[in-house]
């Protein structure tokens, strides 16, 4: 993946920098996992999702900006680093239901939506796991 200077900084991530990264993802993914709020599961199942892109991230030395556009670009990281496409479209289906429900009118999540979007997160995070151990 190349990190462009746009979205992404340097930055000399130690092992147990990236690890506390992802500890944080796997927090909220328990969060998700155990809330019965299909909202409240959803959305930390999002930011489950983001942050176990940032945790790769800081694995590959690099920060990512806060800038417009950067969930795409850790999305794309995510999806690159574990070889898998459908991260990217997954990911972005669950970033326009976010921004539709904090932007706009207020997005319906049903709870099968959440239980779909949070297996999928699951697994994504799993896999990521592998990769930072």
């Known amino acids: 993946m190349k990190f462009s200077?746009?979205?992404?900084?340097?930055?000399?991530?130690?092992?147990s920098e990236v690890k506390a990264f992802?500890?944080?993802?796997?927090?909220?993914?328990?969060?998700?996992?155990?809330?019965?709020?299909?909202?409240?599961?959803f959305t930390f199942?999002?930011?489950?999702l983001l942050k176990a892109a940032i945790a790769l991230i800081a694995k590959n030395k690099h920060r990512l900006r806060s800038v417009p556009?950067?969930?795409?670009?850790?999305?794309?990281?995510?999806?690159?680093s574990l070889r898998d496409p459908s991260i990217l479209?997954?990911?972005?289906?669950?970033?326009?239901k976010r921004n539709t429900?904090?932007?706009g009118v207020r997005a319906v999540i049903t709870d099968k939506e959440a239980g779909d979007y949070?297996?999928?997160?699951?697994?994504t995070?799993?896999?990521?796991?592998?990769?930072?151990?």
């Open 5 to 15: 200077p746009e979205y992404f900084i340097k930055a000399p991530f130690t092992p």
């Open 22 to 41: 992802f500890e944080n993802a796997q927090r909220d993914l328990m969060i998700a996992k155990t809330d019965r709020i299909s909202e409240v599961k």
């Open 45 to 48: 199942a999002y930011q489950a």
């Open 69 to 80: 556009g950067h969930h795409i670009k850790a999305l794309e990281a995510l999806a690159a």
């Open 89 to 96: 479209t997954l990911g972005n289906a669950m970033r326009t």
């Open 101 to 103: 429900d904090l932007y």
């Open 118 to 123: 949070l297996q999928f997160v699951e697994k």
């Open 125 to 133: 995070i799993e896999a990521c796991g592998r990769l930072i151990r």
